[in-house]
């Protein structure tokens, strides 16, 4: 009897802590669902309709797994046409010990189509995720990255990137207000042939978001009336011996006009004419005005042209030159 008990004591201790695991872990899936419905409503309220053909639930022991197979989003704002994105599958896990840390992986391709519009945007990729640290009440951060990127409509090529990255994060100083960092890794542009360009941002978008405990974005027209502002904390591109780099704040005005000033710091001005496009719109006299509308400066120790960018009355303003600008208002 005591060897019998010394065995059926650490089964009967295993067998109750696999089965409490197992309540727990039902228990937090149970709980997952319900989160993810009532986040499902809020965001159908809010004109973001997700749907899953077929979904399923798993990850047992360890985590909560969610897998959405032909997800469709229609994005329904009153203000633009109604734009549809289809996704082969997108999974979402998290971990049973850290439930606000969660990881989506999406499966391209992607097509999207807007109403009223005949083209076709389809998209594909080798990697795509995302994560995020959810809270009570908000968010704490996110990062996605996305690998070999691959953007067409009707077929004709918009981008194509190695890698492309975005962070985000609330800001510590105003909870509406977000950090954010991007970083693209040679990209193509359409059908460009000049050579491939890495890029970096640092901006706070201020005024982004409807509450701290609401992290979804307001539209154009209702982040300009909060007051809304980008503050470009660093922008800086490079393509070939051509490299940009730019500081400042823009606004729009209340009929969607670009507004603030720009710190523009260019190396190379040869190469970025030449880069952009720029040379064959501005003409053959393009470099010297350029350079007279600028001031010497440097870049990582390369001698550049400083350019104070000022975009005030729907114009942009460098040096002599004044530029019409549009509206990007809907």
Known sequence: ??????????????????????????????????????????????????????????????????????????????????????????????????????????????????????????????????????????????????????????GQPLLRAERTEFHTRPNRTDPVSVDIVANLKQALLGAQSTGPVDAELQVVARKLLRTPSRPQVLPLPQWQAA???????????????????????????????PDGEIELRVANIDAALDATGMRASLGPLAAGALTMASRPTDIDGKPARLFNLRATDGRLQIGPLRLALPSILP
């Open 227 to 257: 007051g809304g502002s980008l503050d470009i904390v660093l922008l800086k591109v490079q393509q070939g011996a051509a490299l940009g780099q730019a500081k400042g704040v823009v606004r729009l005005t209340p009929d969607g006009k």
């Open 1 to 154: 009897m005591p060897r019998l008990r010394t065995i059926l004591i650490p089964v009967a201790t295993l067998a109750v802590a696999v089965g409490g695991w197992t309540a727990i872990w039902h228990w937090g899936s149970s709980r997952a669902e319900d989160l993810i419905q009532r986040w499902l409503a809020a965001e159908a309220a809010n004109g973001r309709v997700i749907e899953c053909q077929n979904r399923t639930s798993g990850g047992y022991p360890f985590r909560l797994e969610i897998d959405c197979a032909k997800p469709v989003v229609e994005l329904r704002d009153e203000t633009r046409p109604y734009r549809t994105f289809r996704f082969e599958r997108l999974k979402v896990v998290s971990q049973i010990w850290s439930p606000g840390h969660v990881i989506t992986e999406a499966t391209g391709p992607l097509t999207m189509v807007a109403e009223g519009d005949p083209s076709v945007l389809t998209a594909s990729w080798s990697l795509a995720q995302a994560s995020a640290q959810l809270v009570i009440g908000g968010y704490d951060s996110s990062n996605s990255v996305i690998e070999q990127l691959s953007v067409q409509r009707n």
